[in-house]
Antibody, heavy 119, light 105 residues
Framework: QVQLQESGPRLVKPSETLALTCAVS?????????WGWIRQSPARGLEWIGS???????YYNPSLKSRVTMSVDTSQNQISLNLSSVTATDTAVYYC????????????WGQGALVTVSS | DIQMTQSPSSLSASVGDRVTITCRAS??????LNWYQQKPGEAPKLLIS???TLQSGVPSRFSGSGSGTDFTLTISSLQSEDFATYYC?????????FGQGTKLE
C-alpha cells in the first residue's frame, strides 16, 4: 500500500521560504510515476503546485513557477517542496500526491499538512 | 489558463435520489476530466478519470460522461456515505485546474 507522509514547519513567516518533505512508503520512487504537491485553501480551492519525476525532471504551475522548487531524493525515497517569498495567501493544506505520466490524475494522496503563513 | 466551473455549488438531496453535477471547461479538454470526492478532514479520493473511467473499488452508482467542454457526474441512487464535496479537475494541460467544488448536503 502506497503511503505518503508530509513533514515540515507548520508556521512560516511572511517573505520566508516554505519547505516541506514527503516521505513515500510502500513504493519506490525510482520505479516510476510522478510525485507532486497540491494545496487547498478556502480562498483558492484546490491548486496543483507542481510535479517531479524520479530522474529530477520537474514541471510547475505557471502561476507559481517563479517561486517553486521541487527535488527528489531516491536514496531516502522522498520528495521536497520549497515555496519562496510566501504571503498569507499561501496558507493552505499542502498534499503530497502521486500521479501517472502525461497527465495529473492523482491516485494517491498524503494526509495533508496545514501550513500557516503569519508573523 | 483553463477555468473549470462546477454547478451547483451546493446541492440538497436525500438518500435514494439521483444526483447530477456538471462541470464546464473554458476551452476543450477532450476527455481529460477527473472527478474526486472529499469528506471533511480527508484528502480527496479519485472516483473517475478520463471523463468516464470508474476507478477500482468505486461503486457502480457513480458514473461520468462528457467530452470537450461539458461533463457530468451522476450518482444513480444516493447513499448516506456519498454526502461529501465533489471536485472536477482537468488533466489536459497548464495548471491542471480544479473546479470550485459541489457540496452534497
Amino acid at each position: 500500500q502506497v503511503q505518503l507522509q508530509e513533514s515540515g514547519p507548520r508556521l512560516v513567516k511572511p517573505s520566508e521560504t516554505l519547505a516541506l518533505t514527503c516521505a513515500v512508503s510502500g513504493y519506490s520512487i525510482s520505479s516510476g510515476y510522478y510525485w507532486g504537491w497540491i494545496r487547498q485553501s478556502p480562498a483558492r480551492g484546490l491548486e496543483w503546485i507542481g510535479s517531479i519525476y524520479y530522474g529530477g525532471t520537474a514541471y510547475y504551475n505557471p502561476s507559481l513557477k517563479s517561486r517553486v522548487t521541487m527535488s527528489v531524493d531516491t536514496s531516502q525515497n522522498q520528495i521536497s517542496l520549497n515555496l519562496s517569498s510566501v504571503t498569507a495567501t499561501d496558507t493552505a493544506v499542502y498534499y503530497c500526491v502521486r500521479h501517472g505520466p502525461g497527465e495529473v490524475t492523482v491516485d494517491y494522496w498524503g494526509q495533508g499538512a496545514l501550513v500557516t503563513v503569519s508573523s | 489558463d483553463i477555468q473549470m466551473t462546477q454547478s451547483p455549488s451546493s446541492l440538497s438531496a436525500s438518500v435514494g435520489d439521483r444526483v447530477t453535477i456538471t462541470c464546464r471547461a473554458s476551452q476543450s479538454i477532450r476527455r481529460y476530466l477527473n472527478w474526486y470526492q472529499q469528506k471533511p478532514g480527508e484528502a480527496p479520493k479519485l472516483l473517475i478519470s478520463t471523463a468516464s473511467t470508474l476507478q477500482s473499488g468505486v461503486p457502480s452508482r457513480f458514473s461520468g460522461s462528457g467530452s470537450g467542454t461539458d461533463f457530468t457526474l451522476t450518482i444513480s441512487s444516493l447513499q448516506s456515505e456519498d454526502f461529501a464535496t465533489y471536485y472536477c479537475q482537468q488533466s489536459y494541460t497548464g495548471a491542471y485546474s480544479f473546479g470550485q467544488g459541489t457540496k452534497l448536503e
